[in-house]
């Protein structure tokens, strides 16, 4: 009778623990610890540079830039390559640069490989194509560091692809074509749970794109970046900065000026903009203040 009672305990529990990281899925959720910076692509000004860099430690920050998402050809001579990426974040204070690059896997498994990460403070990834970031990266031991660092109080930033390959679906992870939204390659690195990311949205009129995966995946929050434009994510909140917007899909509506007097569309059709300044919490998924 006891082994009998014991043993619905357990299986009360456990089943009590399934339903928990189930419902857990499709809550959209930033890391617990330290901060992300996603930045929709094109010329990222100084303001975001400097946000990157003070939440990095200042100037003690020590900052691993990932250069990945770049095709070989754009690549070309690392040395050289890297010397003038070096030179870009030195202009915007940094002088702690180490660059960490591999298209293989095993590589990113190395201990040598990974120490740069241990002892980083922030982490940048450059744009390109998101794929070849997954392709490299995705659940190796350098994947697992980048979770420590955040875990440590340190900073994840990337801009276009290095911000997409940030969420947990992989939006435009195609290999083939970029305009595939749901492609050869729908997992991201997923610092944050249960979102899909773009970018560009505005300057390439691609407002639109992110329904295509939202048809198929309605519980993804859908955050789409402008260029020159960028979240910075705390926990399950972030706030806007930058020069332009972001759209947030989440089958809602908000406007400053409220929507009793608009003509809205159903609401898994939605989307409206957030600009610098504005804040919004993902799990809940509403804006905060409003």
Request: glycine share 10%.
């Amino acid at each position: 009778m006891k082994r009998i009672t014991l043993l619905t305990v357990v299986l009360f529990l456990l089943s009590n623990q399934l339903q928990s990281q189930s419902s857990s899925d499709h809550f959209t959720q930033g890391p617990p610890n330290g901060s992300l910076i996603l930045i929709g692509g094109g010329h990222v000004g100084k303001e975001i540079l400097q946000k990157f860099k003070k939440l990095a430690g200042g100037d003690n920050a020590r900052i691993v830039v990932i250069p990945t998402a770049l095709d070989d050809e754009s690549l070309g001579d690392k040395e050289q390559t890297f010397q003038k990426m070096k030179a870009y974040f030195k202009e915007a204070g940094f002088t702690d640069i180490t660059f960490l690059h591999t298209r293989n896997p095993d590589k990113a498994n190395k201990e040598d490989f990974i120490q740069p990460l241990k002892r980083a403070t922030g982490i940048y990834f450059y744009g390109g194509r998101q794929w070849r970031i997954a392709d490299g990266f995705l659940n190796t031991k350098a994947h697992e560091e980048m979770f420590n660092l955040l875990d440590r109080g340190g900073v994840i930033a990337g801009s276009s692809a290095g911000a997409t390959i940030q969420g947990s679906y992989l939006a435009r992870g195609d290999t083939k074509n970029n305009q595939i939204m749901m492609g050869d390659h729908e997992k991201g690195l997923g610092f944050i749970t249960n979102v899909a990311v773009d970018q560009h949205v505005i300057a390439r009129n691609r407002q639109f794109d992110m329904f295509d995966i939202l048809k198929e995946k309605p519980s993804l929050l859908g955050i789409g970046l402008d260029e020159s434009t960028a979240i910075v994510v705390n926990g399950n909140t972030f706030e806007v900065i930058g020069e332009s917007y972001v759209a947030i899909y989440d089958n809602s509506f908000w406007s400053r000026e409220g929507s009793d007097m608009k003509t809205l569309p159903e609401k898994k059709k939605r989307f409206y903009f957030l600009r610098s300044g504005d804040r919004y919490n993902m799990k809940k998924r509403e804006v905060i203040g409003q």
